[in-house]
């Protein structure tokens, strides 16, 4: 069994000057930027990361600009014991249904004897931000049990529709409440300081200091 979930987002300690007022449509870490008019002085030109560190890089370094101010959103992905299995890095304005197929498609548990790799678990556990038909239908299509409520405006719509708005997802309310695996995983994450609040300012540099923390919690 996997679980799913984003409730996890953290807010940065040290923003550099020119993502402060950062738009996220707009966001590209190769743009140029150009100081305010009423300033004289410009800073100079760092030499930037290695090589391996900027094949790394993604728009807009893992930041984006939600209710809280600029943030970065944690999609991690559990097994039924509450260990990290996956976690993706997004900016805190990003969606959590799209990020799951996405999040899925990266994990991989090795057999014990011949054979390859599991890619696909018996079933998933996720929240209602996750309920969307596209997803019900992709997890269908796997042949996987999707294992998630529906969401008041989908069962008003359904409802609406009458005989035409089919019948309801199957949910099984026991095996949901395993979903606070994902919940449990967050909490042991944010024992690490440095991960509860983000230091930092590379998205590569975050995502090494979550592997690291995962291979601790997995050594335990």
């Not at 449509?25 to 008019?37: G, L, M, N």
């Not at 529906?150 to 099984?172: K, L």
Request: charged share 25%; aromatic share 6%; net charge positive.
């Amino acid at each position: 069994m996997l679980a799913a979930g984003t409730s996890f987002s953290v807010y940065p300690v040290s923003v550099p000057r020119q993502l402060r007022n950062l738009d996220p449509a707009t966001t590209c870490p190769s743009a140029t930027w150009a100081d305010p008019p009423t300033h004289q002085y410009k800073e100079p030109e760092k030499g930037g990361c290695a090589p391996g560190v900027e094949a790394l890089a993604v728009d807009g370094e893992g930041l984006g600009r939600s209710r809280g101010g600029l943030s970065t959103k944690i999609h991690l992905a559990v097994d039924g014991r509450g260990l990290p299995m996956r976690v993706l890095l997004t900016g805190g304005h990003a969606g959590d249904n799209p990020q799951l197929l996405p999040l899925l498609d990266g994990i991989a548990v090795a057999r014990i004897g011949p054979g390859r790799p599991r890619c696909r678990p018996d079933r998933v556990v996720a929240d209602k931000a996750y309920s969307h038909p596209s997803t019900r239908q992709a997890m269908r299509d796997r042949r996987i049990r999707f294992v998630s409520p529906e969401r008041e405006d989908q069962i008003a719509r359904r409802v609406a529709r009458g005989s035409r708005g089919g019948r309801p997802p199957a949910f099984d309310a026991e095996t949901y409440k395993r979903r606070n695996m994902v919940e449990r995983c967050f909490n042991r994450l944010k024992q690490f300081r440095d991960l509860a609040t983000r230091y930092a300012k590379r998205a590569a540099y975050y995502q090494a200091e979550l592997t690291i923390a995962a291979i601790i919690l997995w050594l335990r």
